[in-house]
Each structure stands twice: as C-alpha cells, then as structure tokens.
C-alpha cells in the first residue's frame, strides 16, 4: 500500500476492484464501512461477482475478469475528455509536460520497438526527448507531451468500447465516471484498493498501472485517503518482499545485477535511474551506489573491500526470469534438480497442477519445511501418482509456527510489529532459520573439507550471530538496520549510509528501525490514548510499530501539498511547510525536512524518480508505456480494439518456447469464462488442518450463475464437472444470482467461480480436487505472475 | 510479557459494545454480560499475556496470547483475541483469526523428520542430524554440478541454476532475510515467494 489501512477512512471515494475485502480482509474492511459511515464516502465495487463487498457498496459493477484496464481507461478518458484532472497537480506533480521522442508509436495493438524473434519490446524505444542541458524536454502544449499522447491513446476508450469490452452498461459507467470525476477537486479524494484479483493476469502490472494513472491524474496519490493500496494476502508477504525473496531484487528493491555487468559502476549504469530533471532530486538513484555497497558489507564483511568492488562478483547474474512459472518450467525441461519449499505449496498452488505435479516428479530431490504435511511434500502419492514410479527424494522438516518465534511480520500498509515468541516449539519442530543456518553451515563444512565450485562466498558470509546454527531473530534484525563500522553504533536512518564500505545495512528500507534505543517495532501507543499517540489526529500512530521507509505512514506525502506547501485539502493534512520553524509537519515527509518549498531550486515531489514526478508515461515495464487493454491468453472473444493483436504479444508462453505440446483451450471447447478466489473460511491451504474453519466450509464447490445452471439442468447441490485444457474437478455447484450473465460484444458470456481451497491432504481428504489444475501455465509479461483469475472451462452436470 | 490485570478495560469495553447491539439483552431476556465476563476471568486469570500479530492475512491484526504454566511445566496456551490496543484492528478478529489457536496447536502437526527414499510408497521417520545431513549433500552435489562462473558469452555470472528456494510469507521478516542472504551466497538465481501467486 502506499497508504495504510487506517487511513482509508479519510476517503471520500473507494473504488474497490479485483478485490473482496469484506470476505477476504474482513478486518481491514472496517477502515472503508468507516469512511462511508463516518463521512459519507462512497464504495464502488467492481468485480465479476456480487459479493458481501457489494452487498454494502454504493454500486457495483459486474465486469468481466481481467478488463479492468478498459474500465480505468475508460475512466481515465471521461477525466480528460470533461478537463476533470487536477490541472495543479498534474503540472506540478506528474511527468505530463515530458516530450517524448518522435519514434513513438502505438499502431493496431503494437507499441513500436517489438523484437518479432525474440517477442519482446525494446522498452529503450519509450523515451523522452532530452535537451541540450541533458534533461527531459518539457511542454505540456508539445503535441507529443505526455499528456497529449496519452490523451490520443485514451480516447479510443469510450463508454461503448468500456461496455463492449468489459460488460459494464454504459449508464451504469457513466453514473461511477461522474463520481470519480469529482475526485480531481482539491478538496476531495479518492482511494483505489486492489487485491489479486487485478495481478493475477498476462495484463497485472498494466492492471494497477492503469489505476495508479488515474490517481495521478486527479491529483490522489501521496494523500491521506488516496493512493494505491493492495490488500496482500499473507501475513508477512510484505516484510519478505522487501528483504527480497524474489529472484529479481536484492533487500530494499535494489535490482540483481545481470550478466554482462563487470562492477558496481556498470550494475549502478544500468540499475539506478538517472536524473532528468534540474530540480530532481533523484534520491533513490544517487543513492543507490550506498545501499548497495552497504549490503555487500553487511554479506561479506572483510571480504568485502574498495579494492574487489565489495565482492560484487559474489552476487550472482540470472540469464533470465528465474519466478515461479520459470521454476517449474526448468524442472520440466530436466534442468532444475533440487527445490526447497516453505510454508507454500507448489502442487496446490499451481498454475496448472498436473503440469506442476509432473514438475516436481522430475526432481531429484524436493525439501518441504512446513508445521503440517502439504500437497507438496505428499506429492508423490497424489491420487493419480503411482508413488513406484516417482523418483523424487522428498525431505519434510517439522517448522515451528509464527506463534512459537518472535521477529517482526510487516502488514500490507509497510507497518512492522514485532511478536513475541508465545508458546516452545511443539515436539521437534524446529525455527526456519534455525533449520536454514544449520543447513548452510553444514555446507560450509562440507566446501571446506571437499572444496568444490566457485566456494569464496559460502566460505566468506558473514554469520555474526551468537550461535551460528542458531541465530535469534534479534540479532538478524540489528543486522538488517546495520551499522557505522567505525563507531559500531547502529544508525539511525538511511541518509547515514555510505558507499566506502564504512557502513552496513541489510535492507536499507529498514535502516532506523532498530537504533541504538532500541527495536521500534515493538512500540505499542495506539488507541488506549488517541489524544497523546496520534497528535495529528489523521491516524498516523506514529509510536506503534515501525513503518517502512524512516516510519512514513503515507508514500509520496510531499504530493499531499502544492508547491508552496500548502495542503490540497486543509482538513486532511499529509505534510506542509512551517515557514516559522522551517520545517514540514505532519507525517514523516517524503522530502528533505527543512527543504523550503518557495525556493526555485527546490526538489520536485516526487523524489524516489529520475523525473521528480509520478510518471504517467513510463519505460518500467515490459509490455507498453501507456496500459492498453488485451485480452486474457484465454478469451471468449477477440480483443474490439485491435482484434488481430488480442491478447498481449509479450506474455511469455511456455509450452510453446519449450517446446512442449500446447495447452490453452479455445472457446470452441470451454465456452465459459472461469475466475478463481477465496473464502473467508480459509487461507489457501494451511487452514485444511484446521477443524473449526473444516467444520464452517467442509467441501470444494464451484458458483454457477443461475441463468446457465437452468440451461444446464443444474441445481444447487448437483455434482458438476468443470473442465479446462489442463485438468477438471468434480465437486458440487452452488446455483447463484451473484454470478449473472454478461454481454460482451454483442455475445452472452457466463463467469463461473471457483473458490481454491481444497486439495488431497487435511482433515477432509475426500475433497482431492485441485482448483489450479485448470488454471493456465502463463504468466504477466513484466512479473510473470500467472493468471489465475480469467480462463475457459466447460461444466458438465455429472 | 506482562499479567493480566483482573479488571481488563479492553475487555469491558468490547463486551460493553458487543451486548449494546441486543440493548444488555440476550434473546432469552436476561443480559449475559456478567456471566461472560467472569467466565473470561476464570479462563485467564493469573495468566500471561503476550503480544503477537495474526498469521493469516496482511492485515496485519494484532493479537494478545493468553498462556499459563502447567503442574508439569508445560506451557498451555489458553486463548488468543485481538489487541483492542491496536489502530489496526482495534480488538477485532475475522473468523480465521479468531481460531488462530487451532493452527497453533493441533494434532495434526509433523511429528519429526521425515524421508521418502525414491520409489517408496511410504514415509520414514529420521532424526533431524540424517535430514539435515542429507539436505546439505544435496544442496552441495546440485549446485556443484549446476553452478555455472562463466556464461556462453564470456561473462562473469556465479549462479547457481540447479535449485529453487521458494516461500516466506509465514517467515518473519528477520527469517526472510536470512533466507535470502544464506540463498544468494550460495548463488541461487531460483528464489521465490507468495508475491506472484
């Protein structure tokens, strides 16, 4: 999030999409019923079922999954069509006035700077004109400005095209685009809130993108109430996002260098983004050299010196994607030998799970570190598996749970909070990280006594822990703040940094959080006493938790004022400027405390940019500088706006690179549109060893939308079967009015639901049908990340 | 850590909201705040309260975790609730939070160290020196015979392409980075969490 769940209440406009926060994040739903109680605000949900989000929301519109981008194009266009856009703030806050280079184009569904061989763009051909002074040119009336292209490439999105892509009826979009047209007003402000059910597409990335445009157009990111806020689904996926458990970040999202980059100068050439504008502060890429160079240092210690580039060799250079998708796509071409899991299961999981099932069964070793047995470390006696015939050496490792060690979890608005370790571990359980350190130091054993490839880092890595196998959490969370290696005090933020190998820090986002005074995430002033721990009254908290980065509660706060520092809307204060004590007040600014706004040199908002601005137009991303609606790999119908370029031409297919014979179905076969998601109930699949949530939602059951089910001859309760290219379930239909028929470009189309929890092992082990057996083996162009939420199926009553 | 206190504000609080809905009144016309209220204290009198976060989504609720020391010395873990301290959830819980203490401690938890020798239809328990022991020689032999220093076009590239390590959403972050700090030294391109799925 970019805004923390609190701070939804100061919204006066909530568009909720891929999102179904009242069954899914019930507790963090209070923050919107406050802001619709407390202050009137209003909740639009849109979303292919009518859910218990809709139930209380002002409006909801039923989209087909995975069109969201036609639906905030649409809306993006209706803004600039009526001159709706907060003209202020895209002036001052946005990259609107940037030219951009004549080479542009977007013809038929194609940006220009598509490589036909290898399927992908050149995203250096997205790029603005620069100048004689070496900065980005800048008209906002240049007939190539930002704004103008993007106004040209939005105004194919009219309410017809939104209604014939998405489903949603002219009038109903047009009653939503006058309300988010009114958010362009200073004093009002909008929030959007997703979950992944705008990621889980070929399209995701350009999915937010498209709704983090249209926040920058009215004027809503960097402002209490605005922003763009993803609701995550796992308690600490946010924490182990930041410290980079992702094959292409290192902690604090600094890029994995790639191959080809000789030293820190070239990784720092082609990582960091350059300045390009005079009043650009450019923070994150003229720091980036610190950040690095301090992490190398906390890794490699000694080893780590001016003299070999801080062992910048030791890091390793994917040759490419190395995501999820990719891993089992190496294990199906023979080339992956050992995986280890934890806490997560793959054969559950999916994409495709017979496809993931035949992947794990091609290893030859598989290690399962969980507190309960999974569908992974089970995988070999899958009912269809003869186990005889699986050669996988599978290991399984009794963890202990989140209640039996402390360490910080960190929740989807970037606060971290400690827990404390309540309960011993249960019989041999054993802590992750205990279970790792050991393991790591066993190979270290085994490369000192019997050497073997390249073993420098492995014999350099810092342990600087009491007990080596053993580590306590606070100890590592002292290494992550990191230190001044010549007083040995840790330090008190980021801006200490430095890149002469004086300083350590393991993820420099987290560099403060743990001071010499102490571990912050463990301050607990919250609502016992309003008045003294939220002295803004905004609902900052300022003393409970921590939050990342330098414990700002909103991102981009700067962009929450105007440029002399004044506050957009005085009754919701962000930050502003104190001309008497030459200070911004309020939230933690994201800006130079004592920079004075009224100087002409002062730095633009946004300073985490090469621009100083949100960036409307971006080369950040694989498949397009605008978001341009395609369609799912799998469709009902082809792409209205250019339909020989229907789906994304950069979305990397994996059969077909490898080779491996075809498995996406047309709707010639699987006539209905399919969308997959959760229960309240449940948590993935954890909560199968759970027998209370068990006894509240016991079996797998598909939702059929009442209209279909009376063609079909299926009643609530009938065993249907659900079939894809890739696999099918067998399990029990829920007939539903939730689910209603949608026209889409003049054609009928049906969604069907299908809730993802059940597998063969829990309580319950009758329920063995894996939903993600019929999800495709595909994935986003930028992210990889599958899409899980728009597929074809066909249902048969059984 | 601290002890309960005996007369909880939080608690009189919630269950003064909780039974404002009927009027004081259950159905049966007789108001069940006093009687649910002492069967709170009898059930965490004298008991330790510790804070902890819940598991489930990224919320990120925070929970109090009520324990007490058996006779023979055993931790029990009586109750778990929401923080009513907390700007987060303010005491609250969704179902799945609510039962958190049923994911804490069950029956059904892995015993011990478990192997499956390949081809065998069934699991054997091992001690966590032979699992770990095996771990190791597996890590080492892959990535031995997999690691690649130099690529086809002559760059220094140190990766290790033949194993994947993947989860770290039930880590704690301090976990987490120690995971990809021990990952990475070892050169693993392969490191994944929940984020894309």
């Known amino acids: 999030m970019t805004n923390h769940w609190r701070d939804i209440r100061h919204a006066d406009l909530m568009l909720i999409n891929g999102a179904n926060p009242a069954e899914a994040h019930p507790v963090g739903f209070q923050w919107m019923m406050r802001a619709k109680i407390e202050r009137g605000g209003k909740m639009i949900h849109t979303d292919p079922r009518f859910t218990r989000t809709s139930a209380v929301s002002d409006k909801h519109l039923r989209i087909r999954t995975g069109t969201d981008v036609a639906y905030f194009g649409g809306l993006i266009n209706y803004v600039l069509q009526n001159n709706l856009e907060h003209k202020e703030y895209v002036r001052f806050a946005t990259n609107a006035s940037f030219v951009i280079k004549e080479s542009y184009n977007f013809t038929d569904g194609m940006f220009n700077g598509f490589d036909e061989a290898k399927k992908v763009y050149d995203t250096t051909a997205w790029a603005y004109e620069i100048g004689p002074d070496g900065f980005a040119v800048q008209d906002i009336d240049h007939p190539r400005s930002v704004l103008n292209l993007m106004r040209a490439h939005y105004s194919r999105y009219t309410p017809e095209m939104v209604e014939r892509i998405t ?19 200073p004093d009002k402000v909008m929030t959007i809130i997703y979950a992944v059910g705008l990621t889980h597409h070929t399209t995701g990335v350009q999915l937010i993108r498209s709704g983090a445009l249209l926040q920058l157009l009215l004027g809503n990111m960097g402002r209490p109430g605005g922003g763009m806020n993803a609701e995550r689904g796992h308690a600490n996926i946010q924490g182990n996002t930041d410290h980079a458990i992702s094959w292409d970040i290192l902690p604090g999202y600094l890029r994995i260098p790639a191959p080809g980059q000789k030293n820190i ?32 240092k906390s890794w490699y210690g000694d080893a780590a010196t001016a003299a070999n580039d801080f062992a910048f060799a030791h890091l390793p250079k994917p040759a490419s994607d190395a995501s999820w998708l990719s891993i089992f796509d190496a294990a199906l071409r023979g080339k992956m030998e050992g995986l280890m899991l934890s806490g997560m299961t793959a054969t559950s999981i999916g994409p495709d799970s017979n496809q993931v099932l035949q992947a794990l069964s091609n290893l030859k070793w598989l290690c399962v570190m969980d507190a309960y047995s999974t569908t992974s470390s089970e995988f070999w006696r899958e009912p269809s598996i003869d186990p005889s015939k699986v050669q996988t050496e599978v290991i399984l490792l009794p963890a202990t749970h989140w209640i039996e060690k402390d360490g910080s979890f960190t929740n989807s608005g970037r606060w971290a909070q400690w827990k404390e370790a309540v309960l011993p571990p249960e019989g041999e359980a054993r802590h992750d990280h205990w279970i790792l350190a050991e393991v790591f130091d066993r190979v270290r054993a085994l490369y000192k006594e019997q050497g073997g490839k390249y073993p420098e880092p492995v014999l350099q890595l810092v342990m600087p822990y009491k007990d080596v196998r053993r580590p306590e959490l606070d100890e590592i969370a002292k290494e992550i703040n990191g230190k001044d290696l010549i007083t040995g005090q840790r330090l008190t933020g980021f801006a200490l940094l430095k890149d002469d190998g004086t ?27 309003p008045a003294k721990n939220d002295p803004t009254g905004m609902g900052y908290y300022p003393n409970w938790a921590w939050s990342w980065p330098a414990n700002r509660r909103v991102l981009y706060n700067r962009a929450s004022a105007d440029s002399l520092g004044r506050p957009w809307d005085p009754k919701r204060v962000g930050i502003q400027w104190d001309a008497v004590t030459g200070r911004w007040t309020g939230d933690v600014p994201d800006y130079p405390a004592t920079a004075d706004p009224a100087k002409p040199d002062s730095p633009l908002p946004f300073i985490m940019t090469g621009e100083g601005t949100g960036r409307l137009f971006s080369n950040g991303v694989a498949d397009g500088p605008f978001p341009e609606h395609y369609e799912p790999i799998e469709s009902p119908i082809d792409n209205p706006l250019h339909p020989k370029v229907s789906a994304t031409p950069v979305a990397f297919k994996y059969d077909e690179r490898a080779g491996r014979p075809n498995r996406f179905g047309t709707s010639a076969d699987y006539p209905y549109v399919a969308t997959s998601y959760r229960l309240t109930e449940h948590e993935h699949y954890v909560t199968q060893h759970v027998d209370q949530l068990v006894a509240l939602q016991p079996e797998a059951f598909v939702e059929v939308p009442a209209e279909l089910a009376k063609e079909k001859g299926i009643a609530t309760g009938d065993r249907v079967r659900v079939s894809s290219k890739r696999g099918k379930l067998e399990v029990r239909a829920v007939v539903t009015a939730r689910l209603g028929p949608l026209t889409i470009d003049g054609k009928k189309v049906y969604q069907i639901g299908i809730p993802i929890h059940w597998g063969f092992v829990g309580i319950n082990t009758s329920q063995h049908w894996l939903a993600n057996a019929l999800t495709p083996f595909v994935g986003d162009a930028s992210s990889r990340t599958p899409e899980f939420k728009a597929f074809l199926v066909n249902i048969e009553k059984m | 850590m601290s002890e309960v206190e005996v007369s909880r504000r939080q608690f009189l609080q919630i269950g003064a909201a909780g039974t404002g809905v009927l009027g004081g009144l259950s159905p049966l016309g007789f108001d ?44 029990e873990l009586l109750q778990i609730e929401g923080d009513p301290d907390s700007p987060v959830n303010e005491g609250r819980l969704c179902p799945k939070g609510a039962s958190a203490l049923q994911l804490a401690v069950s029956r059904r938890r892995v015993p011990s160290p478990m192997y ?38 002559g760059n220094l590239v140190n990766r290790c392409e033949g194993i994947a390590f993947a989860g770290g959403a039930a880590f704690s972050s301090e976990e987490g980075y120690l995971a990809t700090k021990l990952m990475r030294s070892l050169g693993y391109v392969y490191l994944e969490q929940q984020a894309r799925v």
């Open chain 1, 503 to 529: 300083t350590t820090a393991g993820d420099w986002i987290y560099t403060g959080h743990y001071p010499e005074s102490g571990n912050l995430t463990k301050r607990r002033d919250g609502i016992q006493d």
């Open chain 2, 32 to 75: 069940l705040t006093q009687a649910i209220t002492v069967k709170q204290k009898l059930r965490i009198e004298g008991a330790t309260v510790s804070h902890s976060v819940c598991p489930y989504c990224a919320v990120g609720c925070a929970l109090l975790a009520y324990t007490k020391k058996n006779a023979d010395g055993k931790v």
């Open chain 1, 167 to 185: 489903g949603i009826q002219r009038a109903d979009f047009l009653e939503v685009a006058k309300l988010v047209g009114e958010m362009g007003r």
């Open chain 1, 265 to 296: 100068d070239d990784y720092i050439a082609r990582s960091a983004a350059k300045k390009l504008h005079a009043n650009s502060l450019n923070f994150f890429g003229a720091n980036y050299r610190k950040f690095l160079v301090s992490l190398l």
């Open chain 2, 116 to 153: 499956r020798e390949p081809g065998a239809k069934e699991w054997k328990t091992v001690s966590w020196d032979f699992a770990l022991d095996r771990l190791a020689r597996n890590i080492k032999a892959s990535r031995d015979r997999t690691f690649v220093t130099t690529d086809a076009n």
